[in-house]
């Protein structure tokens, strides 16, 4: 277990983290997420043991994570951080890459560890391709590759799919995260796509003003979202009498008492999304057409979609 205790940091007089606990399982699956500054990629570091705490404490199960001031070289044996810099070799292969770590004396079980992840990442067809003629997002899933060889017990990953394009970033996303459900390896993931914790992630963590303001499920923190915040996080949604309704939970109606005017519509593939105002807000709801700029619309709200 990941054991997080009453930790805070600052870079100078700017307190990033405070007073955050938490607890992750082995083999538990955990988002972090939150605005650009919240201190997502930061908590990945000091879990790694890239800073030194200046209050609390971190262990993975018995063992305390040290930073820079108890340890010559960062990071522990039994944990891989894959940054959104990926520090690659750039004249060796994509396989000689992804098993450069691994022990020569048993070189058949290298080449099958390394065929093997060559698949899970998706770049089998590029195993003799060196490293310097990959795109951005082809070195991406090299370093996670690299990061999976000796099979850690705990993976960061820090917007680890950033630099993949959405032609392969879902089918990546299945094959990454079942991999590493099926060898229990505990993953914590920074990330501000909710794609990334849509259906892979146990645990959500949602950081505000340096603070942990939600701990939960995704599908809990979706359902009940406690603040705007939250809600955006998956998707658009409107703040209506003090509460979160999501696009799709808002629809034309015959007759309601919320009459609004169409100001724009916005192609969605399944359906348009509606912008229209009402009163002095903007309201967004589903539609399975396009509606015309300055049509009235009557709207109403239906929570159980």
Known sequence: MLIIKNLSFKYGRTKVLDAIDLQISVGEHVSIIGESGSG????????????????????????????????????????????????????????ETIGKYLSNFYPEEKKHRVKELLDVVQLTEHAKVKVKTLSGGQKQRVALARALAKEPEVLLLDEPFSHIDNFQKQSLRRSVFRYLKEKEITCIVATHDNEDVMGYTDTMIVLHNSKIIANDSPQKLYKHPDTPLIASFFGEFNWMDNAVVYAHQLRKCDRSNIEATVVQ?????????????????ALFFHHHESISKGESVYLEINKKT
């Open 40 to 95: 997502k990629s930061t908590l990945l570091k000091l879990i790694y043991g890239e800073y030194d705490l200046e209050e609390g404490k971190i262990w993975w199960n018995d063992e305390q994570i040290l930073g820079p001031k108890y340890n010559l070289v960062v990071g522990y044996d039994f944990m891989k951080y894959v940054a959104q810099e990926f520090d690659l070799m750039p004249f060796i292969s994509v396989e």
């Open 265 to 281: 519509a916005y192609f969605k593939g399944s359906h348009y999304l509606i912008q229209a105002q009402f009163e002095d807000k």
